[in-house]
């Protein structure tokens, strides 16, 4: 049976919706992964239902959203190659492919983090987490650049006016929450 051309249009719509639900999960799971680390500081009448709160919204976060917008953003995937197996053959698809494996191996990777923080044997810290948490941004930039320009992968000036941009933006929001973090841990000294 052959899908009609207006399917492939259907695929790469649903493809792009998967990616943004998929990213939307990762992003705001190891966030939790972080609050959850950080409950640690809490006094010990607290920690319990911090931790058990967190770990609760981490396994719907991961299992309702995160997973679902992957399965989604990869099951589209096969139907559009499936239209244009071609695409294979292209230098861009085999890159991109290898950083959609970075971005699964960190998927089941979170997974991964998520028991140890259940079962309270997490060896992370906040501020680790937090950097973890910039590496899905980093695969996101580069698929996408891959996705739009395909073989003409810009490697000029305005490439990295915008990847500086871009790097700039997260080194500033990291160091707003760590001013704003500092600030509040002053003020309860006080
Ligand atoms: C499972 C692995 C994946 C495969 C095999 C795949 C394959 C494809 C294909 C064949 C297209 C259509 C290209 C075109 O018609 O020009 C596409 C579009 C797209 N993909 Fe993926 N993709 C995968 C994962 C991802 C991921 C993880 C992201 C985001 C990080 C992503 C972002 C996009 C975007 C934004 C488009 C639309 C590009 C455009 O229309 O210009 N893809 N993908």
Redesign the pocket.
């Given at each position: 049976m052959s899908l009609p051309p207006e399917a492939?249009l259907w695929f790469?719509t649903l493809?792009?919706i998967g990616?943004v639900v998929?990213?939307a999960g990762l992003f705001y799971l190891v966030r939790l992964f972080i609050y959850h680390v950080e409950a640690n500081d809490l006094s010990v009448d607290l920690q319990k239902p911090f931790f058990d709160q967190y770990s609760l919204m981490e396994k719907r976060l991961a299992n309702i959203i995160t997973t679902p917008g992957m399965i989604l953003?990869?099951s589209m995937?096969?139907g559009?190659?499936s239209m244009?197996p071609s695409?294979l053959y292209e230098r861009w698809?085999q890159v991109?492919?290898l950083f959609?494996a970075f971005?699964l191996a960190y998927h089941f990777y979170c997974y991964k983090l998520m028991s140890t923080l259940q079962s309270n044997s997490c060896k992370w810290t906040g501020k680790q987490l937090r950097i973890l948490n910039e590496l899905p941004t980093l695969?996101?930039v580069i698929?996408?650049m891959l996705?739009?320009f395909?073989n003409n992968f810009p490697t000029n000036g305005a490439t990295w006016l915008i990847i500086g941009l871009v790097v700039f933006m997260a080194l500033s929001i990291q160091f707003y929450a760590r001013f704003r973090r500092i600030k509040k841990e002053k003020s309860l000294v006080k």
């Open positions: 492939y790469k493809h792009i990616v998929w990213f953003t990869v995937a096969i559009l190659l244009q695409w698809m991109k492919l959609v971005l695969l996101l698929v996408v996705v739009v395909k």
